[in-house]
């Protein structure tokens, strides 16, 4: 369990973690978003993979393996509290392991098959427009409800 803070409008890039991940808001407004398919670079997201955190305990469950995003809205500050199992064990080897996180960097060079900084770096802006772009129309439709 850890107590993590996004300082005017700041979000996780996408990553994902091996176990099942929650997060209840303990200040300011914030979102968490997963992204439809499993690859980062032709990913999509709708209103349905967009939850607004309002009010302070406002929790969420991340199902293991789900690449997602998290953070502040705007340019405002969030906080979250986010439980996590950190280690798994592998039943057949009767071993625990520390779960991995996989983060969007990561994700995009083994989808593009490149470690090139610029190709990852200009894949990485195009998602975090999607990103944005999404937040923004969830916000909206909010509003409108």
């Given at each position: 369990?850890?107590?993590?803070?996004?300082?005017?409008?700041?979000?996780?890039?996408?990553?994902?973690h091996?176990?099942?991940?929650?997060l209840?808001?303990?200040?300011?407004?914030?979102v968490?978003?997963s992204?439809?398919?499993?690859?980062?670079?032709?990913c999509?997201?709708?209103?349905?993979?967009i939850?607004?955190?309002?009010?302070?305990?406002?929790?969420?469950?991340?199902?293991?393996?789900?690449?997602?995003?998290?953070?502040?809205?705007?340019?405002?500050?969030?906080?979250?509290?986010?439980?996590?199992?950190?280690?798994?064990?592998?039943?057949?080897?009767?071993?625990?392991?520390?779960?991995?996180?996989?983060?969007?960097?990561?994700?995009?060079?083994?989808?593009?098959?490149?470690?090139?900084?610029?190709?990852?770096?200009?894949?990485?802006k195009?998602?975090?427009?999607?990103?944005?772009?999404?937040?923004?129309?969830?916000?909206?439709?909010?509003?409108?409800l």
């Amino acid at each position: 369990m850890y107590h993590v803070t996004f300082n005017n409008g700041a979000l996780t890039t996408l990553h994902f973690h091996e176990s099942d991940q929650i997060l209840i808001a303990t200040k300011g407004k914030g979102v968490v978003g997963s992204i439809k398919g499993s690859t980062v670079t032709e990913c999509e997201i709708d209103d349905n993979d967009i939850t607004i955190l309002e009010n302070e305990g406002d929790t969420v469950l991340i199902q293991a393996n789900k690449i997602h995003f998290h953070g502040a809205i705007g340019k405002e500050d969030f906080s979250h509290i986010a439980i996590r199992k950190i280690y798994k064990a592998n039943a057949t080897e009767s071993k625990i392991k520390k779960a991995d996180n996989k983060w969007q960097y990561d994700l995009i060079s083994e989808e593009i098959g490149s470690k090139d900084p610029e190709l990852i770096k200009n894949k990485s802006k195009q998602v975090a427009a999607k990103i944005q772009t999404a937040i923004q129309k969830k916000i909206e439709n909010s509003r409108n409800l």
